[in-house]
């Protein structure tokens, strides 16, 4: 199971939206994400609660996610990793800290943008990760795992919505 996505939540977020395209733009011009082909900005700002800016990938997506008003960097994992689901968690939240370190030492986004130590893992697999009772355990346990260290708990659903966990990482 590859097809997770982990947000990493903003402390401090005062910076416009259109600030994040050039950004982005540079890490495809330089190749800055390792063993990623990055195609495309896409700009999505127009869409209450959603992807904001978004970076496409052949291995995933980076967006500026403003899922319920809570701004932060989401990293989807397209392309397989490999089989262990707890691995997987471990290496996209690698990913996904990289991305965070480059944002926060641009210059453009000094002062304007902060990491916090909270996260949320999203499935983006309802196949293997279907919105139940076993599979939110399933999750959950998983998730335990990959942050043995943190707070883990169960994020909300709702019908139609694709199971989460929110990690206080302390």
Not at 3 to 24: C, H, Q, T, W, Y
Not at 86 to 105: M, R, V
Request: glycine fraction near 6%; charge should be negative.
């Amino acid at each position: 199971m590859y097809k997770i996505g982990v947000k990493r939540m903003f402390s401090v977020f005062n910076a416009d939206l259109e600030l994040f395209i050039p950004v982005f733009h540079e890490w495809i011009q330089k190749n800055k994400i390792p063993d990623h082909i990055m195609v495309d900005v896409a700009d999505y700002k127009h869409i209450p609660d959603g992807p904001g800016i978004m970076l496409i990938a052949h291995e995933g997506n980076f967006s500026i996610d403003l899922e319920n008003g809570k701004a932060g960097l989401l990293y989807t994992r397209k392309r397989t990793l490999g089989d262990d689901v707890i691995d997987n968690i471990q290496e996209i939240t690698s990913i996904l800290d990289y991305a965070c370190k480059l944002l926060e030492s641009n210059n453009s986004l000094i002062g304007k943008i902060n990491f916090n130590n909270q996260y949320k893992i999203i499935s983006n697999d309802r196949y293997y990760f279907p919105t139940d009772k076993q599979s939110e355990k399933k999750l959950l346990d998983y998730s335990q795992q990959a942050f043995s260290n943190a707070n883990v708990v169960l994020g909300e659903t709702y019908s139609g919505s694709r199971l989460n966990i929110k990690i206080d990482n302390k």
